[in-house]
């Protein structure tokens, strides 16, 4: 099982970053996709979901109406939409596969680093 999480980087305030997330070894229309992330210092809290396999999303209240996930089943890939960024959206991203089947089994990707700074 692989995830692996790109497009992180530097980006000024009120700039935008596309996230993405590759997936393989395991059925990827079959999890829910989630993105979270985690400032220095703090906890790792979600960010953004989407339903398996893709009608529903949700999102932390901080990113509502700025960040969009979405994925791409024939792809095996999940993003995330990064707009009207802020300081306080500094923080290492991770990718996450969810899906209960008897026991609740969970993937993490690597993360990706994003810094919002002037």
């Known amino acids: 099982v692989q995830l692996v999480e790109s497009g992180g980087g530097l980006v000024q305030p009120g700039g935008s970053l596309r996230l993405s997330c590759t997936t393989s070894?395991?059925?990827?229309?079959?999890?829910?996709m989630r993105w979270y992330r985690q400032p220095p210092g703090k906890e790792r809290d979600m960010v953004a979901s989407?339903?398996?396999?893709?009608?529903?999303?949700t999102y932390a209240d901080s990113v509502k109406g700025r960040f969009t996930i979405s994925r791409d089943n024939a792809k095996n890939t999940v993003y995330l939409q990064m707009n009207s960024l802020k300081p306080e959206d500094t923080a290492v991203y991770y990718c996450?596969?969810?899906?209960?089947?008897?026991?609740?089994?969970?993937?993490w990707g690597q993360g990706t680093q994003v810094t919002v700074s002037s």
């Open positions: 996450n596969a969810l899906r209960y089947d008897r026991t609740w089994l969970r993937y």
């Open positions: 070894g395991f059925t990827f229309s079959s999890y829910n």
């Open positions: 989407i339903s398996s396999p893709g009608g529903s999303t």
